[in-house]
């Protein structure tokens, strides 16, 4: 797939264009997730509460991780989809390139730092003393293995930028069927337990990466991935980080605000921890079609702005809120009706259940709240305003989060519930920034393709 193979997506019928992107990314995020879910059920069947709260606490530690870098991988790809828009496509291999040296780096920084900080970190969240051990044997391996989640996610955006989510959701597919078939030899036929649920997690994810590049190869991609080719170019890289940065800042201060609900909770002991990290793993599952439409909305978006077409981005963005919503309403729905047998899919230990259950309820009604909060970051970022979209969700997590969940999760008494409400109120407070701001209509004004042509009117200046 080279440059000249890139899909336009700025003209047809935006619902179709939406929905053709969005069910690929979609199934994708659907399936990558189903690594984590397939490490906590079958580590839950032979190792029980102890195991799931190991695997899920040492799971969010890595998943935080990886939020450290996401916003790089999501920047190239509204960069990627606005070079595509305006036809800039010679600017696409500087991107790739520099992208990918960018990671590689941060991925050797971040896997050296973490093996010496994974057991302050797994006491500064106040992880269980019977799952300690199990979490810390998670987390070191993930992180051992974090390149290749970067590199994955790197050549998944990218591809993606271009206007193809269908071929990274055939190499996810692969690599989780591969994750199962591991986790059940790894797991339950050798008794690894979290040890084992992160090889399989590793492995798999290595297999994702090697598949994309192979596939990527054989089409003639603009990126060759010979060793000469992979130069840091410093202007793509301060692009990258201009929209990048606040996204990755965003996913980080974000995921510290869970980790701190994750403290809170394990404070109220191991059933709660294991109860809410059940009710965790449903959240990622059922947050899904709402991120797939808003990465369809950035996509979609970023490239009719970069094509000048600013009423059918505006039009995306719509189509967007109204199909994420009815998604997550159907979800909401099965979540208030059924919150017991969704808990018990994991683990059957009777106080778990009730506890994971009860705050499912209160908690998944941000599953109503949620399209409307990530289509329209998805859409500001998509024109190249993340740093908005920072700050909304920075004072969602700090602002909102955080001291709603201490004051109603221990202030006020009311333990698990109290953390639950939380998350509905947090997300209200996001969304209602976010629209603001695009309400002001500033987001018609690309930061990508202006700072483009400010860069180069320089250079002509300067010769």
């Known amino acids: 797939m080279s440059e000249k193979h890139a899909k336009n997506l700025t003209d047809g019928s935006v619902v179709k264009r939406l929905l053709v992107f969005a069910l690929p990314l979609l199934l994708s995020n659907i399936v990558q997730s189903l690594y984590s879910v397939a490490d906590m059920w079958i580590v839950g069947r032979y190792n029980g509460p102890v195991g799931i709260s190991g695997v899920n606490i040492g799971g969010n ?26 036809k800039s ?63 994955y996610n790197a050549l998944s955006s990218i591809m993606r930028g ?55 190869k054989s089409q003639n991609f603009t990126f060759d991935f010979k060793f000469a080719s992979f130069k840091f170019n410093k202007e793509q890289f301060s692009l990258l980080m201009k929209i990048g940065m606040p996204i990755s800042i965003t996913n980080v201060i974000n995921n510290i605000s869970f980790l701190f609900l994750t403290s809170i909770v394990n404070t109220f002991g191991i059933m709660a921890s294991s109860g809410v990290g059940v009710v965790g793993k449903f959240n990622g599952f059922a947050i899904m079609p709402a991120i797939a439409i808003s990465a369809s909305v950035s996509t979609l978006g970023a490239q009719n702005i970069g094509a000048g077409r600013n009423d059918r981005a505006k039009k995306t963005l719509f189509t967007g809120f109204a199909v994420a919503f009815l998604l997550t309403s159907v979800i909401f729905i099965i979540a208030q009706l059924f919150p017991s047998g969704i808990i018990s899919i994991f683990d059957k230990t009777p106080e778990m259940v009730e506890l994971g259950a009860s705050y499912l309820k209160v908690s998944s009604y941000v599953y109503l709240i949620i399209p409307f909060t990530f289509c329209l970051n998805g859409f500001l970022n998509g024109s190249g305003h993340s740093m908005i979209t920072s700050v909304s969700n920075m004072c969602s997590s700090l ?40 309400l002001t209509g500033k987001w018609k004004k690309s930061n ?16």
């Open 61 to 86: 530690v890595t998943f935080l991780m990886t939020m450290m870098v996401i916003g790089l991988c999501v920047g190239s790809t509204v960069i990627i989809a606005q070079y595509v828009g305006s």
């Open 89 to 151: 496509l010679e600017k696409i291999q500087s991107t790739i390139s520099t992208l990918l040296v960018s990671l590689v780096i941060a991925a050797i920084f971040i896997t050296t730092i973490m093996l010496f900080l994974s057991t302050p970190i797994l006491k500064l969240i106040n992880t269980p003393e019977e799952s300690f051990t199990e979490a810390k044997k998670y987390l070191n391996v993930t992180v051992i293995g974090i390149i290749f989640i970067f590199l």
């Open 162 to 216: 271009m206007g193809n989510s269908k071929t990274p959701m055939t190499f996810i597919i692969i690599a989780c069927c591969t994750n199962v078939v591991l986790d059940f030899i790894l797991v339950g036929k050798f008794g690894m337990g979290a040890t084992g649920a992160a090889l399989a997690t590793v492995i798999s994810q290595a297999l994702s990466m090697i598949l994309c590049i192979i596939y990527l």
């Open 399 to 438: 602002l909102f989060r955080i001291p709603i969940a201490y004051f109603l999760g221990i202030y006020s008494g009311l333990g698990l519930t109290g953390v639950a409400l939380s998350m509905p109120f947090s997300d209200l407070g996001a969304a209602v920034i976010s629209f603001i701001y695009f």
């Open 448 to 463: 990508i393709l202006n700072d483009d042509l400010s860069a180069q009117a320089a250079l002509i200046s300067d010769n």
